[in-house]
């Protein structure tokens, strides 16, 4: 066993996990989706987005318990006839490629202004904090709608359709979430810049940017692991919310959120199952990333150990 993973399986934060049955079982349900939707070219029952393969006839059928239902659909089809089941699994992947490439966008923009603005600080402190105080004052779900429809309208349309919202909507996302990142670095380096060793570095001249690097930035990066892991779920719902008001993914390219919009659609006319169980799938996927955050943060508090 290489020494990394054995230093890791005698931490202190792998025995607090073992023994952790919540952060356990949070850990086996996610892993369980993730490995679903990026497995679901060779797990999925159908194909969902063959047209060639869809046949209106076995359309808006209902689970394969019900007594029109079919052992073939397993949790029933849609309007087009699409298995309800391959559908979330391959809607499950645009949905966790939003979450985490727009958390990632947003680690990176707000690491690196809240450091800049931690230890520069003078106007440039002034200016980043009065930027993130008025976007503060904004719902992060608004700030991604104004940034979504500015960006649709500058673009270009004769783009792959597809691709382009999905980098609209990741950006939307990300750009509106930066702020509690950049807040919370900023603080942490005000601390260590007056630390020794960043004092020392001084001394003996290493450049500024090398000591926020190599020196600052891997100290701050606790709190910022456990803002990201409880942020991936935020960034989930909200691109479901986005997707379900028709400005996220296009239906071409249904996640979560688009197939909860179609069986709203629906849902007063019998087919619950069309809302029902996209929405269990997005609230156990949630639910799971934000049981693990509140354990990491747990578990990375000094005060609580």
């Known amino acids: 066993m290489p020494a990394a993973m054995r230093r890791f399986f005698d931490s202190d934060l792998y025995f ?3 023994t952790n049955p919540v952060a356990v079982g949070a850990t086996l349900v996610a892993v369980l989706m993730i490995l679903g939707a990026a497995l679901a070219p060779w797990v999925a029952p159908h194909e969902p987005f063959d047209l060639a393969s869809l046949d209106l006839n076995d359309s808006l059928l209902p689970p394969a318990w019900s007594a029109d239902g079919r052992l073939t659909y397993v949790l029933g089809t849609d309007d087009q006839g699409r298995d309800v089941f391959s559908t979330i699994l391959y809607g499950s992947r645009i949905s966790l490629l ?4 727009s958390v990632a966008l947003a680690i990176l923009l707000g690491v690196g202004l809240g450091l800049l603005s931690g230890y520069v600080g003078g106007r440039l402190d002034a ?11 904004f719902p992060a779900i608004l700030i991604a709608l104004l940034i979504d429809g500015a960006a ?4 270009p349309r004769d783009t792959n359709t597809d691709l382009l919202a999905i980098v609209v909507l990741i950006g939307s996302i990300g750009l509106a979430n930066w702020v509690q990142y950049a807040r919370t670095v900023r603080g942490s380096t005000l601390v260590e810049k007056s630390k020794e060793y960043v004092q020392a570095a001084r001394v003996i001249g290493v450049p500024p940017w090398k000591i ?6 891997p100290n701050v990066m606790g709190p910022v692991l456990v803002i990201a892991t409880i942020n991936i779920a935020t960034a989930i719902i909200t691109e479901a919310t986005l997707s379900f008001l028709g400005v996220g993914v296009p239906p071409t390219s249904p996640s979560l959120g688009t197939m909860i919009n179609n069986g709203n659609n629906f849902l007063y006319s019998g087919e619950w199952w069309l809302v029902v169980f996209p929405g269990a799938a997005l609230v156990l996927l949630c639910m799971s990333v934000n049981l693990l955050g509140d354990w990491l943060r747990d578990a990375l508090n ?4």
């Open 16 to 18: 607090s996990f073992r």
């Open 98 to 101: 939003v979450g985490a490439a």
């Open 127 to 137: 200016l980043i904090m009065r930027v993130a105080d008025v976007q503060l004052s």
């Open 152 to 155: 649709r309208a500058v673009l």
């Open 212 to 217: 926020m690097v190599r020196h600052v930035l």
């Open 302 to 305: 000094p005060k609580l150990s």
